[in-house]
């Protein structure tokens, strides 16, 4: 079934229904609005369809004090306007940046719908894609220039006494010989992991955001919370034996161990404040994906009343250890030293939000940018003591993996 316009905090938890008030998603919206939707969000049980540009929203999450209370009031502030235009039950969608001090990309669609995923068949896009000839592929930095940024975070790392851990990042860029298919590339992703969150956001009239993150920022439904970040990875094998040893020795190694719990005891020192309960599990569980296992923690808490929005807490968050460093502002001064490119929307946050404040953020992760047929993949790995440059390559390589399969491309 699918609705429109409705209050959507109810499917966080229950399948959608519809009511006789409501208008199906049909060829006369997506004529009016384009056939591609301005935004698509998909979790493993439901899909996202937003259209239409009611207003678009860029401001930067974090002024120059340290706070994000005029972000918080931009979005509040939108919404109002947005249910006083006649809009019913408005929301909030989009993404925002790595760095907080940039303009986010957020909009009020005009019209959106949600749909319940068939379990049988996760993503309804059928059909493969065009077979695409690979002009050009470039790293950024390449595999030295890396490992010598790696070289001098380790030194920090060892040397500064301050900071524990820092995550340094790369890009691909893939140049092809006519358009890419989207549609095609999300299909393929979701084929590899049919319990990621998949994301589909328009920045320009040229540029999309696509991709498919394993890592939830944050979920709001009333009161309640969850976030599930991960930290701490390895590649998988299609051996099950050997695959399970590689699993097992996640587990144990103390390296991954440490960076985790750097990531949760941060992120319980940024919830307690919000909630009235926190469970923060005392040991990691595994998550797996096609190519990686993850540690991973599942959080849950109960929020003080009244309830942050999923905005507010997801601000809060973000950047956590996993995608920056700890501690974070000395992490962050220093991937701005080391990193040769600008990150944008990586390893930032995209959801959605609607009135009441209920909403959805994942991490902006295994995501790229399209531009017509050309492609900028990214992928990101965190640098404790322990770690080292060959290792550290050789993950984001996997990492970059999910991305280059849904391209196509083997490695």
Same mark, same amino acid.
């Given at each position: 079934?699918?609705?429109?316009?409705?209050?959507?905090?109810?499917?966080?938890?229950?399948?959608?229904?519809?009511?006789?008030?409501?208008?199906?998603?049909?060829?006369?919206?997506?004529?009016?609005?384009?056939?591609?939707?301005?935004?698509?969000?998909?979790?493993?049980?439901?899909?996202?369809?937003?259209?239409?540009?009611?207003?678009?929203?860029?401001?930067?999450?974090?002024?120059?004090?340290?706070?994000?209370?005029?972000?918080?009031?931009?979005?509040?502030?939108?919404?109002?306007?947005?249910?006083?235009?006649?809009?019913?039950?408005?929301?909030?969608?989009?993404?925002?940046?790595?760095?907080?001090?940039?303009?986010?990309?957020?909009?009020?669609?005009?019209?959106?719908?949600?749909?319940?995923?068939?379990?049988?068949?996760?993503?309804?896009?059928?059909?493969?894609?065009?077979?695409?000839?690979?002009?050009?592929?470039?790293?950024?930095?390449?595999?030295?220039?890396?490992?010598?940024?790696?070289?001098? /975070? $380790?030194? =920090? *790392?060892?040397?500064?006494? @301050?900071?524990?851990?820092?995550?340094?990042? +790369? !890009?691909?860029?893939?140049?092809?010989?006519?358009?890419?298919d989207v549609e095609a590339l999300l299909?393929?992703?979701?084929?590899?992991?049919?319990?990621?969150?998949?994301?589909?956001?328009?920045?320009?009239?040229?540029?999309?955001?696509?991709?498919?993150?394993?890592?939830?920022?944050?979920?709001?439904?009333?009161?309640?919370?969850?976030?599930?970040?991960?930290?701490?990875?390895?590649?998988?094998?299609?051996?099950?034996?050997?695959?399970?040893?590689?699993?097992?020795?996640?587990?144990?190694?103390?390296?991954?161990?440490?960076?985790?719990?750097?990531?949760?005891?941060?992120?319980?020192?940024?919830?307690?404040?919000?909630?009235?309960?926190?469970?923060?599990?005392?040991?990691?569980?595994?998550?797996?994906?096609? /190519? $990686?296992? =993850? *540690?991973?923690?599942?959080? @849950?808490?109960?929020?003080?009343?009244?309830? +942050? !929005?999923?905005?507010?807490?997801?601000?809060?968050?973000?950047?956590?250890?996993?995608?920056?460093?700890?501690?974070?502002?000395?992490?962050?001064?220093?991937?701005?030293?080391?990193?040769?490119?600008?990150?944008?929307?990586?390893?930032?946050?995209?959801?959605?939000?609607?009135?009441?404040g209920d909403g959805e953020w994942a991490?902006?992760?295994?995501?790229?940018?399209?531009?017509?047929?050309?492609?900028?993949?990214?992928?990101?790995?965190?640098?404790?003591?322990?770690?080292?440059?060959?290792?550290?390559?050789?993950?984001?390589?996997?990492?970059?993996?999910?991305?280059?399969?849904?391209?196509?491309?083997?490695?």
């Amino acid at each position: 079934m699918i609705t429109i316009g409705k209050n959507v905090s109810h499917y966080l938890n229950k399948e959608p229904t519809m009511s006789d008030c409501d208008m199906p998603v049909d060829s006369r919206i997506k004529n009016e609005y384009h056939t591609r939707p301005l935004f698509f969000f998909s979790s493993d049980t439901q899909t996202l369809e937003a259209f239409g540009v009611h207003e678009r929203l860029e401001p930067a999450v974090q002024q120059e004090d340290g706070r994000n209370s005029e972000f918080q009031a931009t979005v509040e502030a939108a919404l109002l306007q947005a249910r006083r235009s006649g809009i019913d039950d408005p929301i909030v969608v989009g993404a925002i940046p790595f760095d907080t001090h940039e303009p986010a990309c957020l909009y009020i669609p005009r019209h959106y719908s949600w749909q319940a995923v068939d379990v049988s068949n996760p993503f309804r896009q059928k059909g493969e894609s065009p077979v695409l000839h690979l002009r050009n592929q470039t790293s950024i930095p390449n595999e030295a220039d890396f490992k010598a940024s790696v070289k001098k /975070a $380790l030194e =920090h *790392l060892h040397d500064s006494g @301050e900071i524990r851990k820092i995550v340094l990042a +790369a !890009t691909r860029e893939l140049t092809f010989d006519a358009a890419i298919d989207v549609e095609a590339l999300l299909a393929n992703l979701r084929m590899q992991n049919p319990q990621g969150y998949q994301f589909r956001l328009t920045l320009s009239s040229d540029e999309e955001l696509v991709g498919i993150s394993p890592e939830l920022l944050v979920r709001r439904n009333g009161r309640s919370i969850v976030s599930n970040p991960l930290a701490g990875s390895a590649r998988r094998s299609t051996d099950p034996e050997k695959d399970r040893q590689i699993a097992d020795d996640l587990q144990a190694s103390e390296k991954d161990q440490y960076e985790h719990r750097l990531v949760i005891d941060d992120i319980d020192r940024v919830l307690r404040p919000y909630c009235t309960e926190l469970h923060v599990p005392r040991h990691p569980a595994l998550l797996s994906t096609s /190519a $990686l296992w =993850h *540690l991973s923690t599942r959080i @849950e808490g109960e929020l003080q009343a009244p309830p +942050a !929005t999923a905005l507010e807490v997801a601000c809060a968050l973000h950047p956590t250890p996993a995608v920056c460093g700890h501690p974070t502002a000395t992490a962050r001064k220093l991937i701005s030293e080391l990193e040769s490119f600008h990150r944008g929307f990586f390893t930032g946050a995209v959801g959605w939000m609607n009135a009441d404040g209920d909403g959805e953020w994942a991490v902006t992760i295994r995501c790229g940018v399209v531009n017509n047929g050309k492609i900028r993949l990214f992928a990101g790995a965190g640098m404790v003591p322990a770690s080292n440059p060959d290792s550290e390559w050789a993950e984001i390589q996997t990492k970059l993996g999910t991305m280059l399969r849904a391209c196509g491309i083997s490695g």
